[in-house]
């Protein structure tokens, strides 16, 4: 019988009809191995992957493999979304075995969970050299069988691997005290030549045509950008600019951006930005409507708004839930086919618009007879021209999208998870405080609302959420972006209820999932079910790592009452990383973005009613400041200040008080 139905990962719930005899990860599926003495084939994937549709309809769907998998093994189906603390260990052991790792993974475990084999994705009969899936199956099976000793053997050096690996800011900072180099105290760190080696390290891969670093499949990096950005306005490097700017340029030309509907795919399959990998996720469209955000800030650049404001509006309108939250992601199929919802056939502009529109139409998003891919058309612009619409070619959008909106549309992966919406919470937000769009600011509060209260159970945090029911512990990751989220609300509302709620979750913070010992952050809690290995994550992925996040979040938080335990933290995590930030800053980007605020935090408060002030404010980019004003607290930042008043401490100095905002001006250009 297959145990997923009731699941509240639709992922799973897509396996819920194969004959396989999925369990979810948990007592039930564990127990049964061990009873059985059967070992566990654990699949892990999510729900807008592509190869994983694919492995589920040759091989989950079919009876005959469904078969060996019984008789071999107990099967296990993960969503890497809802449960990250499996998935990067289990990536771990991918990465260790066979140098590289993906999604579908495929994981073979002993009845304890220890990995002993791992792969991808496996075909269903044997191509260039990869094994089909039966083969791999029955092999595996008669090893457990035959060769015990063997396995298990593997199993233990494999763990010893995922052990080092999940632990590595340890062993590389060990390795680093070993080598004789000079320990520099983490309040010693100077956050100015990290960055600049961070961008050092990005020049040699920066496509000086069409932007990004390295080759091609090409990533969004939304922080490397923001680097780039703050190089530059600390030393005039106009090849930091550079990067930084074209990089935005040619993504938001290229067919990752969604020129018809906003929004940005996942990532793109040429150097070109021009052919996409056509998944929307939630938190792309977070980090970079914030990147594109601060880059208008900085350059007064229209079209980086335009981009900004679009996003968001797909996001609000197709990703928002009726409850008030955010669902999680679009599939980059339709009806089987990626992508068939978002190209066109210049006969297709023909029949969609009328004549008077569609060479403007066709020529402004590139629609030609030939096709840019595949004999069909990506609407793109070329890189370097406007993107603000003149008003035909709005029209000629707007009725676009909606004969798009009449296709087979993509799969949406209805889970709401609290990391993934906080991080929109903490854009929104910051995006209704710069552009005063009250819309914007509404859905922001009331996101935020829904985390802190749907997403707590019996007083614990929880991940996801989906169909009324809130399941499966939050992770470190989840309360560090919610802290961050209530910031940034007390930032635009001027609420002092946000601010206090930042500082319940992060006490939970560290109440969780604080290592005493080693220093760090955990990413799992010590009221967790227990792992083979508990994890700790430094290395920054698709999104930031634990450690990197709740380091900005506790910078940030701690300028609201200075609590020697929460510097404490901070200070001992990135001594933990000091190796790490030495050997490959870059690795780590998210943390080194943080650190100009380890010494060097701004604190900006504005006493009474001040609207004008305020507004001079959010004007600039300031990456290491943190805003308070309205509703005033018992806490260092509002204690013994008389009101209308601005006030710019940096550091543990303050500037002498202000009321105008000509004045104001020129101390936050002094900040830059």
């Known amino acids: 019988m297959n145990h997923l139905a009731d699941e509240t990962s639709p992922y799973l719930r897509q396996h819920a009809d194969n004959p396989v005899e999925w369990y979810p990860w948990g007592d039930d599926a564990l127990s049964r191995a061990q009873a059985e003495d059967k070992p566990i084939f654990l699949s892990i994937g999510y729900a807008s992957c592509h190869w994983c549709h694919v492995m589920a309809h040759e091989s989950f769907e079919d009876q005959a493999t469904a078969d060996d998998l019984s008789k071999w093994f107990i099967s296990v189906k993960v969503d890497r979304e809802e449960r990250p603390d499996l998935d990067s260990l289990y990536m771990a052991a991918t990465q260790a075995l066979t140098g590289s790792g993906g999604w579908p993974m495929s994981v073979f475990c002993t009845p304890d969970g220890r990995p002993f084999y791992a792969g991808t994705y496996f075909p269903p009969e044997e191509r260039h050299g990869v094994p089909s899936f039966r083969r791999v199956i029955e092999a595996l099976g008669t090893a457990w069988l035959t060769e015990r000793e063997q396995v298990m053997a593997q199993a233990d050096a494999l763990l010893d691997a995922v052990r080092r690996e999940v632990h590595l800011a340890e062993s590389v900072t060990e390795r680093f005290k070993q080598s004789g180099a000079p320990q520099v105290p983490a309040a010693d760190i100077d956050p100015d030549a990290i960055i600049e080696q961070v961008v050092a390290g990005l020049a040699p891969g920066f496509d000086p045509t069409w932007g990004g670093f390295g080759p091609a499949p090409k990533f969004p990096r939304p922080t490397m950008v923001e680097l780039c950005l703050r190089h530059h306005r600390q030393s005039g490097s106009e090849r930091s600019r550079q990067m930084a700017l074209t990089t935005l340029d040619a993504m938001a030309a290229g067919g990752l951006y969604d020129h018809l509907t906003g929004g940005f795919c996942r990532y793109s399959t040429d150097a070109h930005w021009l052919v996409p990998h056509f998944e929307k996720m939630l938190t792309d469209q977070a980090q970079l409507a914030r990147a594109y955000l601060h880059a208008w800030q900085e350059t007064g650049h229209e079209d980086y708004l335009g981009i900004v404001t679009e996003t968001i509006d797909f996001v609000l309108r197709d990703l928002s839930t009726p409850e008030g939250a955010l669902y999680s992601s679009f599939d980059a199929d339709a009806g089987g086919v990626e992508g068939s919802h978002a190209t066109f056939t210049l006969d297709e502009l023909r029949q969609a618009l009328p004549a008077h529109l569609v060479s403007p139409a066709a020529e402004w998003y590139g629609i030609t007879e030939g096709g840019n891919w595949e004999g069909r058309s990506i609407p793109v612009r070329p890189v370097g021209t406007p993107l603000r619409r003149p008003a035909p070619i709005e029209e000629a959008r707007s009725l676009l999208a909606a004969v798009r909106a009449k296709r087979f549309q993509p799969a949406r992966d209805e889970k709401v998870l609290t990391e993934w919406n906080a991080m929109m919470v903490a854009t929104l937000a910051e995006v209704a405080g710069v552009t005063g769009l009250t819309h914007y600011a509404q859905r922001a509060e009331e996101i935020g609302e829904f985390l802190m209260s749907s997403m707590y159970q019996d007083g614990r945090l929880m991940r996801s959420w989906q169909g009324g029911r809130a399941r499966h512990l939050a992770v470190a990751a989840d309360h560090a972006w919610l802290v961050e989220a209530c910031l940034r609300l007390s930032e635009l509302t001027g609420k002092e209820l946000w601010r206090s709620r930042a500082l319940q979750v992060a006490s939970e913070l560290l109440t969780l999932f604080w290592d005493a010992e080693s220093g760090g952050f955990f990413t799992t809690g010590h009221d967790a079910e227990a792992l083979v290995v508990r994890p700790k994550e430094f290395l920054d992925g698709a999104l930031p790592s634990t450690n990197s996040i709740a380091v900005t979040a506790l910078l940030r938080v701690n300028a609201l009452n200075d609590d020697p335990i929460v510097r ?53 980019w300031l990456p290491a400041a943190v805003i308070a004003w309205g509703e005033a607290d018992h806490g260092p930042l509002f204690n013994e200040r008389p009101g209308g008043l601005a006030f710019i401490c940096r550091g543990y100095t303050c500037h002498a008080p202000v009321d105008d905002p000509t004045t104001l001006s020129a101390q936050l250009e002094a900040l830059h």
């Open 568 to 620: 404490d933290a901070i200070e001992r995590t990135i001594t933990l990383a000091l190796g790490l930030l030495t050997e490959h800053p870059g690795a780590l980007a998210d943390m080194v973005a943080a650190l100009p605020m380890l010494s060097g935090r701004q604190e900006i408060v504005i006493t009474g009613d001040r609207p004008d002030l305020l507004a001079e404010v959010r004007r600039h």
